[in-house]
């Protein structure tokens, strides 16, 4: 429990340290996301060894799960995310965090679609509270402006339906074949095609004034926020079942709410606090109920 708690709370800090470098040092989403995945990815494979993994290359020997795995990375782990990363970088980690949390409840969508049901009554509830938690982070509770870039809020729904496909799209994946070998690689591939448009080499944008500091938090969403997050999870899940996974790393977005408020000074009024806890409150009744 205690590995999913801080692997969470590394995740949400790694999105306030991501603001910082973007909007700080003008390092670009792209190439943020490129390193991030290739280096997290790389080391992610190595650490497969410690969590029990002795093939680390089964996947591509076989023909559905090497379709399953390139989908997984480019339609779901590099979307989920470049938007993501381009969400904080026109508006703010805490936001784009709650919005991406929305997954799940477009997760609900398209099983009532797909499976052509009725909605249940407890997701009928969360997809109320999740439409009106994102009415309330993208307005600030009131309806004449919006409280953070319209970018910002679109790339954070995006961001939530990449995360619905990845949620979908790897679950076979990932009952197949070990968490840390599917994820790995998956941000290998994904890092790989997002290096052809921003090379890791090219930082880009403006950043003229790369020092030790922006070098530090780098290093930390790589490393802390991505290798150090995900192992910790993914060990995690021997131990508890998905949902309780699911409610500890709610631990997320309240971290990145928390660091970027008090670090970076990012508004967070009491409206926008509260469409942040009406996602989360979907979240958990999902969560809860498919316990």
Known sequence: MAGVLIGATLWGLSGTAAQRLMQGYG???????????????LLLLLAGRWLGVRDRLAPWRDGRSRR????????????????????????????????????????????VLRWRRRPRPHEVAALVLAMGG????????????????????????????????YTV?????????????????????????????????????????????????????????????FTLYLASLRHLRPSQTSLLACMEPLAAAASATLWLGVP??????????????AVLLLATRHA
């Not at 993208?138 to 339906?161: C, D, E, K, N, Q």
């Not at 070990?178 to 930082?203: D, E, I, K, T, Y």
């Open 27 to 41: 390092v670009t989403p792209q190439w943020l996301v490129t390193t991030r995945m290739l280096v997290a990815g």
């Open 169 to 229: 799209a790897g679950a076979s994946l990932l009952q197949r074949w070990p968490p840390a070998v599917s994820v790995g690689w998956a941000m290998v591939v994904g890092g790989a095609a997002m290096a052809v448009l921003a090379p890791p080499w090219s930082v880009g944008g403006r950043a003229v004034a790369w020092d030790a500091a922006a070098a530090g938090l780098w290093a930390f969403v790589v490393l802390g926020g991505t290798l150090v997050a």
């Open 68 to 111: 399953q795995l390139i989908a997984f990375a480019l339609g779901g782990l590099l979307g989920v995310q470049y938007s993501y990363m381009a969400a904080i970088a026109l508006g703010n980690a805490a936001t784009a965090t709650f919005l991406q949390y929305l997954g799940p409840a477009f997760v609900t969508v398209y099983e």
């Open 268 to 281: 967070f009024t009491g409206p926008m606090a509260a469409g942040g806890a009406a996602v989360m409150a």
């Open 134 to 165: 994102t009415l309330l982070l993208a307005t600030g509770g009131s309806l004449h402006r919006l409280a953070v870039p319209a970018g910002a809020v679109a790339w954070g729904l995006v961001s939530a339906l990449t995360l619905a496909f």
